[in-house]
């Protein structure tokens, strides 16, 4: 296990270190600078900005200037505002991470108990319910859901304000990105659990007389979660980082809406650590994860 472990890390930085180069020669492909908008400012305040931050430089040169630098713990500073760029994720990831996991949890919890309760209760009224519910949430984007609960509940009802930094101004960015990744756990538990109650060692349960909950619970619902944590890897890492458009939409000053604000502005500096950190985050919910497997399923074995 420790051999697999070790090449799980080992790719989990080769995929970071991909992301980082990928994303820094794409993000200087695309023609015009950080301070190109600034019309005030003069070309030669403009020239001596680029020297200031190395963009002057050959794009291979800023590419190992900025590795260099980022081994050292060191992601820069925001070329619009001058702040330390670790600053800007300490405060602005806290609030994502706390709509997220609590996103998260309504989603998995939700969704898995749905989905059971839909495949124990197959072709019946709940399971209709829950299916035709958990489509109708799939289908709609998560801004979309965003959009209509802000016209209605902070426009016209008026029982939310847009932002505060209130316990109760979370209910809607929560909602909002829980719904969609809640329904497709729905229609993934259901799925799993209806394969997994057709498998021989269920019907050997059964014959023996065991508890219909101990079959449920101990042997079926423990073997259908895989795919369920297979899914909650990524999903994990994406809704705790916050949905970039929700936090837009509900004016959230989450780590998403300073990407989004970053990509708008031409901050070089600030896309690239947000996309690392964003991306850190994926590669280690998918390592643990993949770790999991043997404890949910003990035959499962690394190599």
Same mark, same amino acid.
């Given at each position: 296990?420790?051999?697999?472990?070790?090449?799980?890390?080992?790719?989990?930085?080769?995929?970071?270190?991909? /992301?980082?180069?990928?994303?820094?020669?794409?993000?200087n492909a695309i023609p015009?600078?950080?301070?190109?908008?600034?019309?005030?400012?003069?070309?030669?305040?403009?020239?001596?900005?680029?020297?200031?931050?190395?963009?002057?430089?050959?794009?291979?040169?800023?590419?190992?200037?900025?590795?260099?630098?980022?081994?050292?713990?060191?992601?820069?500073?925001?070329?619009?505002?001058?702040?330390?760029?670790?600053?800007? /994720?300490?405060?602005?990831?806290?609030?994502?991470?706390?709509?997220? !996991?609590? %996103?998260?949890?309504?989603?998995?919890?939700?969704?898995?108990?749905?989905?059971?309760?839909?495949?124990?209760?197959?072709?019946?009224?709940?399971?209709?319910?829950?299916?035709?519910?958990?489509?109708?949430?799939? %289908?709609?984007?998560?801004?979309?859901?965003?959009?209509?609960? !802000?016209?209605?509940?902070?426009?016209?009802?008026?029982?939310?304000?847009?932002?505060?930094?209130?316990?109760?101004?979370?209910?809607?960015?929560?909602?909002?990105?829980?719904?969609?990744?809640?329904?497709?756990?729905?229609?993934?538990?259901?799925?799993?659990?209806?394969?997994?109650?057709?498998?021989?060692?269920?019907?050997?349960?059964?014959?023996?007389?065991?508890?219909?909950?101990? /079959?449920?619970?101990?042997?079926?619902?423990?073997?259908?979660?895989?795919?369920?944590?297979?899914?909650?890897?990524?999903?994990?890492?994406?809704?705790?980082?916050?949905?970039?458009?929700?936090?837009?939409?509900?004016?959230?000053?989450?780590?998403?809406?300073?990407?989004?604000n970053a990509i708008t502005?031409?901050?070089?500096?600030?896309?690239?650590?947000?996309?690392?950190?964003?991306?850190?985050?994926?590669?280690?919910?998918?390592?643990?994860?993949?770790?999991?497997y043997k404890a949910v399923?003990?035959?499962?074995?690394?190599?």
């Open positions: 296990m420790a051999r697999y472990i070790l090449k799980r890390i080992g790719l989990a930085i080769l995929t970071v270190f991909l /992301i980082c180069l990928l994303t820094f020669f794409l993000m015009g600078g950080p301070f190109n908008s600034e019309k005030a400012l003069s070309k030669a305040t403009i020239q001596a900005l680029n020297e200031r931050y190395n963009l002057d430089k050959p794009i291979i040169v800023q590419f190992g200037l900025y590795m260099k630098n980022l081994l050292k713990g060191d992601f820069g500073v925001s070329l619009k505002t001058g702040r330390d760029i670790k600053e800007i /994720i300490g405060e602005s990831f806290p609030i994502s991470a706390r709509l997220g !996991l609590t %996103a998260v949890i309504i989603a998995l919890v939700a969704g898995t108990i749905f989905g059971s309760v839909a495949a124990l209760m197959r072709n019946k009224l709940p399971d209709r319910i829950i299916i035709f519910i958990s489509t109708l949430f799939t %289908a709609v984007p998560s801004f979309v859901l965003a959009t209509f609960l !802000l016209l209605i509940f902070c426009i016209k009802l008026g029982w939310f304000p847009v932002w505060s930094a209130t316990e109760t101004n979370y209910v809607l960015p929560v909602i909002s990105l829980a719904m969609y990744p809640m329904a497709y756990t729905t229609r993934l538990a259901k799925t799993s659990m209806l394969d997994a109650l057709s498998q021989d060692y269920i019907r050997t349960a059964r014959a023996k007389g065991v508890s219909r909950w101990i /079959i449920i619970f101990k042997h079926a619902l423990r073997n259908s979660l895989l795919p369920v944590i297979t899914y909650a890897g990524p999903e994990i890492a994406y809704i705790i980082t916050g949905s970039m458009v929700v936090e837009t939409v509900f004016t959230v000053g989450g780590i998403g809406s300073k990407f989004v502005n031409r901050d070089y500096t600030m896309i690239m650590a947000t996309t690392i950190f964003l991306a850190s985050l994926m590669v280690v919910a998918n390592v643990i994860c993949d770790l999991l399923d003990p035959r499962i074995k690394y190599e």
